[in-house]
């Protein structure tokens, strides 16, 4: 593991129980890591960080990055007012993985986005997003409730990099109930039955990727294999 590359894994902040606390704490689900270290990496956890200049900083001691799960984006990201159901966005946690995306564009940083993770990139492209998606669909399947995650057959782009690290065709596990409207500077690489994008690329030779479901609760090794391998490239430049 000594030539491994580190991957960088933005985390929530918000209450968390354990042993004998129940107190305000910097964390992701184990499965993150464990997908990472699957693939031959070194996974490192990135809570929010205020000071200015800070995700330069961070982005130039990482190989690649990934913008994880977690809250909704802030609506006002994307000039939008909030849907009945859209709550409980984190402006720190927006504020800091939109300065860690800026960051990695002005390095070359290969970048996986998962499920708000997709929906904050294309925010920080100038994109806007879907606050309810079953208001457009007619259906629940992307977000079943609690904590239990739908299962979603997703179709891929022939020809894209998505394509060729997971195949043409593939059951996924979402847990999002919203969706990605526009896209600047992407490309909508896999879609579900029903029209909902689910997963979208850059062009380029640059990795540059998102999906909205959740590759790490099945490790679903094509898409972390695919991203720590960039990760090597960029850490052999």
């Known amino acids: 593991m000594t030539d491994a590359p580190v991957v960088g894994l933005t985390t929530y902040r918000q209450e968390a129980a354990w042993g004998v606390w129940n107190t305000r704490a910097d964390l992701l689900p184990t499965e993150y890591a464990v997908a990472v270290e699957t693939a031959g990496g070194v996974p490192l956890l990135l809570p929010p960080v205020a ?74 492209a100038g994109g806007t997003l879907d606050q309810h998606t079953p208001d457009l669909v007619g259906h629940d399947e992307h977000s079943p409730g609690g904590d239990a995650y739908g299962d979603v057959e997703v179709e891929t782009a022939t020809g894209s990099r998505l394509a060729t690290l997971v195949g043409a065709r593939v059951e996924v596990g979402c847990h999002h109930h919203q969706s990605v409207a526009t896209h600047p500077g992407f490309t909508a690489v896999a879609r579900a039955t029903d029209g909902t994008v689910e997963a979208m690329e850059a062009a380029g030779d640059r990795f540059r990727l998102a999906v909205q479901w959740h590759p790490e609760t099945r490790v679903e090794i094509g898409l972390m294999a695919g991203l720590v391998a960039a990760a090597r490239e960029h850490a052999a430049r």
């Open 51 to 124: 000071a200015p200049g800070a995700a330069a900083r961070i982005v130039s001691r990482i190989d690649a990055l990934v913008i994880s799960g977690g809250a909704d984006v802030d609506p006002a990201r994307y000039g939008a007012e909030p849907h009945e159901r859209t709550a409980g966005w984190r402006p720190d946690r927006d504020a800091w993985e939109l300065a860690l995306l800026t960051a990695a564009d002005e390095a070359g940083l290969p970048v996986l986005g998962i499920c708000r993770g997709m929906q904050l990139m294309a925010v920080h």
